[in-house]
């Protein structure tokens, strides 16, 4: 599996600029290191700001995980056991999840993020990732054995575009799992985190709106509302969710819990989807 050209999925050739496309001509930059897939005109509005957002992230992001404790353990742990063959990880940021991959497993591991700085923190950690989004991946058809997109990556990405692209590179019975973010819990954790700024005169406004729509503004599209919702979004790319793992997070009380080195259970199944604040979705590409 090697990157190809994201605008005709030709091989790229390398130049001294950046690599060229052997088929349609179109070069690509490199910057500090970091070779830059993003087609250009493929790049919405929305996916230029996430990219910006988190640009201005990358500083602090390592140390902002630290502070999640045991949450991204719990939630990589579904996804490191999945991973073998040829590997991939869409979102995957600074490499955090990638370089947890125990190497016997791995033929070969790639990432990619939409934000260069991110990017840039990988590939100096020794990994091979480019800059491109999940909606346009720069992979050949049926060239990945295992499709990750560790904590939330893909919440502000297109769901659809992004699956459609999980389809075309996953081989036939490949296997993805991608974590994501349960609706209801999100708009609880938004009530309580608005209770606390009716307190304080400069939040208050901000804070009686967002409970009056029960934390409605912090809801992302792609939040999972029902696990038939979510499979059926896959189905429709010719991807079957077969597994779906949810973990409960309380606000204050399960960093509390975790102090005293208490961790929220895992529960599987449909029925952990309507409780639970990190949700992992497993699954396969169908054969045929
Ligand atoms: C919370 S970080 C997760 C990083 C890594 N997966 C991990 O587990 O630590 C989210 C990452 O997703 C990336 N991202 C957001 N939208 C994306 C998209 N549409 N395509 C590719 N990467 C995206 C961001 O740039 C960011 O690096």
Redesign the pocket.
Same mark, same amino acid.
């Given at each position: 599996m090697s990157w190809v050209c994201p605008a005709c999925l030709g091989r790229l050739a390398p130049s001294t600029g950046g690599p060229v496309c052997a088929d349609c001509g179109a070069t690509y930059p490199v910057r500090d290191g970091v070779t830059d897939l993003r087609l250009a005109a493929a790049m919405t509005p929305h996916?230029r700001k996430?990219?910006a !957002?988190?640009d201005d992230?990358?500083a602090a992001?390592r140390a902002m995980?630290r502070g999640l404790g045991a949450r991204?353990e719990e939630i %990589?742990r579904p996804l490191l056991e999945i991973a073998s063959g040829d590997i991939l990880?869409?979102?995957?940021?600074?490499?955090?999840?990638l370089l947890k991959l125990p190497a016997r497993s791995a033929r070969s591991v790639r990432g990619?993020?939409?934000?260069a700085a991110?990017a840039a923190v990988a590939v100096g950690r020794g990994l091979d990732v480019v800059v491109?989004?999940? !909606?346009r991946l720069p992979l050949p058809d049926r060239s990945v054995d295992t499709y990750l997109?560790?904590?939330?990556?893909?919440?502000?990405? %297109?769901l659809d575009r992004?699956c459609a692209e999980m389809a075309r590179v996953l081989r036939p019975g490949g296997r993805f799992g991608i974590?994501l973010l349960g609706q209801r819990a999100v708009r609880a954790a938004a009530v309580v985190a608005s209770l606390g700024g009716l307190w304080r005169a400069e939040h208050r406004w901000s804070a009686a709106r967002e409970l009056i729509t029960f934390g409605g503004s912090f809801v992302a599209p792609n939040d999972v509302r029902s696990s038939a919702r979510t499979r059926a979004t896959l189905a429709r790319h010719g991807l079957r969710l077969t597994r779906v793992s949810g973990f409960p997070r309380l606000p204050v009380l399960s960093e509390f819990l975790h102090r005293l080195g208490i961790s929220m259970p895992r529960l599987d199944g449909d029925a952990a989807v309507p409780v639970s604040y990190d949700i992992v979705v497993i699954g396969t590409r169908e054969v045929g």
């Amino acid at each position: 599996m090697s990157w190809v050209c994201p605008a005709c999925l030709g091989r790229l050739a390398p130049s001294t600029g950046g690599p060229v496309c052997a088929d349609c001509g179109a070069t690509y930059p490199v910057r500090d290191g970091v070779t830059d897939l993003r087609l250009a005109a493929a790049m919405t509005p929305h996916m230029r700001k996430v990219a910006a !957002e988190w640009d201005d992230l990358a500083a602090a992001y390592r140390a902002m995980v630290r502070g999640l404790g045991a949450r991204t353990e719990e939630i %990589d742990r579904p996804l490191l056991e999945i991973a073998s063959g040829d590997i991939l990880e869409v979102g995957c940021g600074d490499g955090r999840l990638l370089l947890k991959l125990p190497a016997r497993s791995a033929r070969s591991v790639r990432g990619c993020d939409i934000s260069a700085a991110m990017a840039a923190v990988a590939v100096g950690r020794g990994l091979d990732v480019v800059v491109a989004p999940a !909606e346009r991946l720069p992979l050949p058809d049926r060239s990945v054995d295992t499709y990750l997109s560790g904590y939330y990556a893909l919440r502000h990405a %297109d769901l659809d575009r992004s699956c459609a692209e999980m389809a075309r590179v996953l081989r036939p019975g490949g296997r993805f799992g991608i974590t994501l973010l349960g609706q209801r819990a999100v708009r609880a954790a938004a009530v309580v985190a608005s209770l606390g700024g009716l307190w304080r005169a400069e939040h208050r406004w901000s804070a009686a709106r967002e409970l009056i729509t029960f934390g409605g503004s912090f809801v992302a599209p792609n939040d999972v509302r029902s696990s038939a919702r979510t499979r059926a979004t896959l189905a429709r790319h010719g991807l079957r969710l077969t597994r779906v793992s949810g973990f409960p997070r309380l606000p204050v009380l399960s960093e509390f819990l975790h102090r005293l080195g208490i961790s929220m259970p895992r529960l599987d199944g449909d029925a952990a989807v309507p409780v639970s604040y990190d949700i992992v979705v497993i699954g396969t590409r169908e054969v045929g």
